[in-house]
């Protein structure tokens, strides 16, 4: 059980560029959130999904883009990198009556220069 | 909407004395509470958590919280420091106002010295 997968954990992107940062869980959750952690302002909610083919944006979606699939996975697309998007980003889950307990990925770093 | 302010950026202690982080809370509904814990390079990982039943919560590793509606406060406490507690602490709200969906606040850096 590895609980939920981020990859990758560092990238280095020039302004402009695209990518896709990955999660997937193996938890059959339902519920599932990207956050942008930058420091001194907590986390901030991007987009979530509450199961596959439905999404919804959070408090600061302009500049990325997601999809859900399938349960298990939940990409985050950034179509082009600006340097406000340098950030550390957690994907996590949880499941539909645990509304409070969410499990984290370990984090990608993201630089756009 | 639902927000939560951490009184203190960063909290320095010495190893075997009391912690507390502070935590003051907004809500227009019964809200729900937590503490989340951040240790370096990992992702969070939830200490406690308060959805009004007993004002006194006990979570992992000792720590505990009391949430006070008179305050609107959710200080986090452990009487005795160690040198695993160097982490980030975020005060998290959530409640009916925004889909239960969580606010965190803006995080604790503690730092324990030996």
């Known amino acids: 059980n590895a609980g939920v997968t981020q990859t990758p954990k560092f990238r280095i992107l020039k302004i402009g560029q695209s990518m896709t940062l990955q999660c997937t869980q193996d938890?059959?959750?339902?519920?599932m959130y990207w956050y942008r952690q930058d420091p001194g302002m907590g986390l901030k909610l991007i987009y979530y999904s509450v199961g596959a083919g439905i999404t919804d944006k959070g408090e600061v979606p302009n500049g990325y883009n997601v999809s859900r699939s399938t349960t298990e996975d939940f990409p985050l697309r950034l179509e082009l990198a600006a340097p406000s998007q340098t950030s550390v980003y957690f994907c996590?889950?949880?499941?539909?009556?645990?509304?409070?307990?969410?499990?984290f990925g370990s984090g990608t770093q993201l630089s756009v220069l | 909407a639902q927000s939560v302010t951490q009184l203190d950026s960063h909290v320095s202690v010495s190893e075997g004395t009391p912690v507390l982080l502070r935590c003051n809370y907004s809500?227009?509904?019964?809200?729900?509470l937590f503490w989340y814990v951040q240790h370096p390079n990992k992702g969070l990982q939830l200490l406690l958590k308060?959805?009004?039943?007993?004002?006194l919560v006990k979570g992992i590793n000792g720590f505990e919280a009391e949430f006070k509606k008179s305050e609107t406060s959710f200080h986090l406490t452990k009487p005795s420091a160690h040198m695993s507690d160097a982490a980030e602490y975020f005060c998290?709200?959530?409640?009916?106002?925004?889909?239960?969906?969580?606010?965190f606040g803006a995080g604790t850096t503690v730092t324990v010295r030996a």
């Open positions: 938890m059959n959750h339902n519920y």
């Open positions: 809500s227009s509904y019964s809200p729900s």
């Open positions: 308060y959805t009004s039943a007993a004002t």
């Open positions: 996590a889950s949880r499941t539909a009556n645990q509304g409070e307990k969410l499990f």
């Open positions: 998290v709200v959530s409640d009916r106002s925004n889909d239960y969906k969580l606010s």
